[in-house]
């Protein structure tokens, strides 16, 4: 990369940054309750370090929410805990466990919870009367998410609508709603997975370990490398070490990993750049159950 392009780069991320905190501190002056829906992965830790950087030196106007499937990665679980103790931070959970334990759930037979987060996170909302809730969702990612507005209304029953759509120009953002409504919030609907990389590269924000390269006991299925764990194994197929990192975390069931030596900044943004699939679309089982899979979820009341 060149000195010009470096510049380019850099004169890129701070004009997201920008529009980032702006939208921070817009919902944090417009609604009573804000929350940060928080997994402990690299967009939701963007979404983090944007809010500190928005209110500093003042605390976090606002607590996270991360709704638990219980088939999570434990360096993911263990980062999750050490950054709300560092920052001070509340974090409230939501877990899927607790509504199979009582009935209100069912395991699905295909053994991933990802599905199964949408009740517990339209209960916590109610329960926590949330009024914005802000997501790490990025426009690049899925054909679903491409039609997000960066403020998305939600019905009362938690319902996505993309007929339903405000026009945003000139960066003016409405968040009205009638009472019972909530109103999702991107605010790095704009950014691309590259310039997370290159952000989280300049501001040297911590990731868990799962990022980068790492030697792993996986097994081969519907073209992706997954692991074993509490949400099933192997059932036949081979498993076998490989140096691999996730590219997204989230349920273990249907969350793979990429084959990869990267270990460095520099490296993961090397190959991020050559590669011609997106995260989702390289990692995650849940999105190949339809062509419209993402969507119907989201009209359902999923992140």
């Not at 329960?127 to 039609?147: C, I, L, M, P, S």
Request: aromatic content about 8%; overall charge negative; some cysteine.
């Amino acid at each position: 990369m060149t000195t010009l392009e470096k510049k380019a780069a850099l004169d890129a991320l701070d004009a997201l940054e920008s529009e980032s905190i702006h939208i921070f501190r817009e919902v944090a002056g417009e609604f009573d309750r804000p929350v940060i829906l928080f997994s402990g992965g690299k967009d939701s830790t963007l979404l983090v370090h944007l809010a500190v950087k928005a209110f500093a030196p003042a605390p976090v106007p606002f607590p996270l929410l991360h709704v638990d499937t219980g088939h999570n990665f434990d360096e993911v679980i263990d980062f999750r805990d050490s950054i709300v103790e560092r920052l001070g931070l509340r974090l409230e959970v939501a877990k899927v466990q607790d509504y199979i334990d009582d009935g209100r759930l069912v395991e699905r037979a295909d053994g991933t919870r990802n599905p199964l987060q949408t009740q517990p996170l339209l209960d916590a909302i109610v329960e926590h009367r949330f009024d914005a809730v802000f997501g790490g969702g990025r426009r690049d990612e899925e054909r679903a998410r491409a039609k997000e507005r960066i403020m998305s209304l939600r019905d009362a029953f938690g319902r996505w609508d993309p007929r339903k759509q405000r026009p945003e120009l000139w960066n003016l953002y409405n968040g009205r709603h009638a009472p019972g409504e909530h109103v999702r919030v991107f605010p790095i609907s704009n950014w691309t997975e590259i310039d997370v990389w290159r952000y989280i590269q300049r501001e040297e924000i911590e990731l868990p370990s799962i990022y980068y390269a790492h030697e792993r006991e996986v097994f081969r299925r519907d073209g992706m490398w997954l692991t074993e764990g509490p949400w099933g194994d192997a059932r036949g197929a081979t498993v076998e070490s490989r140096s691999v990192r996730y590219r997204t975390v989230g349920d273990g069931s249907c969350t793979g990993a990429v084959e990869s030596t990267a270990t460095t900044l520099d490296d993961i943004i090397a190959e991020v750049t050559a590669s011609r699939l997106t995260e989702r679309g390289a990692t995650r089982a849940d999105d190949r159950l339809s062509e419209a899979a993402m969507e119907d979820r989201k009209r359902e009341g999923y992140f």
